[in-house]
């Protein structure tokens, strides 16, 4: 295809360069961060070791490209990285990004000269028993399962063993429930923080269930799943070398044409992290309108005050940490619509779409990562029940007549309700005016404290 010419400072060669030259797009906002390029670095470290183990590299081209490979893990050469995502589909040319720069340094490692090919083969040698379109994959799996053990499941739990810390902390708190927006019959604060952990284990459990999908492996398939030109045992090897390397346990998928034309095991995690994003937007919500007022609003409890608001309004605070948190649970959401249309355009034996599901799978769990540790620090551990506030709207609930029922009947009790309503008054004073009940049952049988059923405080 003609001469390239390469910066001769650069790891990187003429592929790599030819890919700068044709993919100028999202440069600067979309280029591969550290969770790919240290997968990058894994990928072509196991693969060397596994073909070390079937004799099909010598000895000194193992030790070279391993060595080689770790300092790219080790984060020596991000800078020789600069790929975006949106370049061919396969992600090809971020392969070969991968070869030179491995080889290029292999060879420095040896005492030659970078682009001489030699004694160390970017194709031949460092991309040995591999396809880009098995290769990309692998990077995907193990980017993103990296990723979700190591930073997000850690971040959601933090959260998680705060909530449930005040659940137990404020499970006598008696407050108003609310339902469609309207007062209801009570709750303990408590109960309320409870609902809240057991949507973040419902998320924690859903995420569990789908790492497996992205622990297969589509290495040894090479280019349409069939293993051309790889050792009938590389994919074995290699999953093998990876999770002794990663200290995640991969296996070599059973399925080599459905690891490369479709990946439904990035649509399941994408479809895991837009649950954990809804449960998220719920809890910030409900946060924020709990905390709303402070006087005009139903300020039941209070969350740390960390900046100040407005820019003309003095003393003014805002719920900033459930606002950023709920703009996460937005763009996941953006991401996760992104990443399913793209799992669906598998055409025969490739799906062309894997850099920008493996681009969106990871900014949304760094972000989601990101998010719940701030509204952990910043939020959730101030949360605090304004029990003043709380009293004084479960004294006004006009819901409290629900403990009326057993006793005096539904229409009796609404009626009862309509007229403190529509009168403006207590509970106690329509129903004594009503005279269906006495004003000793009444404190026996209105008690906020004995109507919240189960104790669901045991998160």
């Known amino acids: 295809m003609g001469a390239v010419e390469v910066p001769a400072d650069r790891l990187w060669g003429a592929q790599t360069q030819r890919s700068l030259h044709f993919f100028p797009i999202g440069v600067g906002r979309f280029r591969w961060e550290r969770p790919v390029i240290r997968a990058f670095g894994i990928v072509k470290k196991c693969a060397a070791l596994a073909n070390g183990e079937l004799n099909e590299l010598s000895a000194e081209k193992v030790r070279l490209i391993v060595a080689a490979a770790q300092e790219v893990i080790d984060g020596h050469w991000d800078d020789e990285f600069p790929l975006v995502v949106f370049q061919t589909g396969s992600g090809t040319q971020s392969n070969m990004n991968a070869n030179e720069v491995i080889a290029n340094r292999a060879i420095q490692l040896a005492g030659g000269e970078p682009g001489s090919k030699n004694p160390v083969h970017p194709n031949d040698d460092v991309n040995h ?15 993103t399962a990296s990723m979700v053990t190591d930073a997000l ?81 590389f994919g074995e090897k290699i999953a093998a070398q990876i999770s002794h390397c990663t200290g995640h346990l991969f296996v070599s998928a059973p399925n080599k044409f459905a690891a490369l034309s479709a990946h439904d095991g990035m649509v399941n995690v994408s479809a895991a992290l837009r649950t954990l994003a809804g449960a998220l937007m719920k809890i910030a919500n409900d946060v924020r309108w709990y ?35 709920s703009m996460v649970a937005v763009q996941v959401f953006g991401n996760d619509h992104a990443v399913a249309f793209a799992g669906s355009q598998g055409n025969f034996q490739l799906n062309v779409y ?48 629900t403990a009326l029922n057993p006793h005096i009947g539904y229409e009796k009790s609404a009626e009862i309700a309509l007229r403190a309503h529509r009168d403006g008054c207590s509970l106690r004073a329509a129903a004594l005016a009503l005279g269906y009940v006495s004003e000793s049952d009444f404190a026996a049988w209105v008690r906020p404290e004995d109507m919240l059923g189960w104790d669901a405080a045991r998160p």
């Open 291 to 325: 905390a709303s007022g402070p006087r005009a609003g139903i300020g039941e409890i209070t969350i740390p005050e960390n900046e100040p608001g407005s820019s003309i309004m003095p003393g003014k605070i805002n719920p900033t940490q459930c606002e950023a948190l």
């Open 153 to 233: 499941i850690p971040s959601v739990r933090g959260l998680r063993d705060t909530l449930a810390g005040k659940s137990r902390e404020y499970s006598d708190v008696v407050m108003v429930g609310r339902t469609h927006l309207q007062d209801a019959t009570p709750v303990t604060l408590g109960q309320v923080m409870s609902g809240w952990v057991a949507q973040l284990d419902l998320c924690l459990s859903g995420i569990h269930r789908v790492l497996p999908d992205v622990c297969e492996l589509a290495t040894g398939g090479t280019a349409v799943g069939t293993g051309l030109n790889a050792h009938p045992q």
């Open 354 to 401: 894997k850099p920008v599901m493996l681009h969106n799978v990871l900014e949304s769990v760094r972000l989601l990562s990101d998010a719940c540790r701030a509204f952990d620090e910043h939020c959730a551990r101030g949360i605090a029940p304004a029990n003043g506030r709380i009293r004084e709207h479960l004294d006004n609930s006009l819901m409290l007549v």
């Open 129 to 143: 028993c591999q396809s880009s379109n098995d290769v990309f994959p692998a990077v995907m799996h193990v980017a």
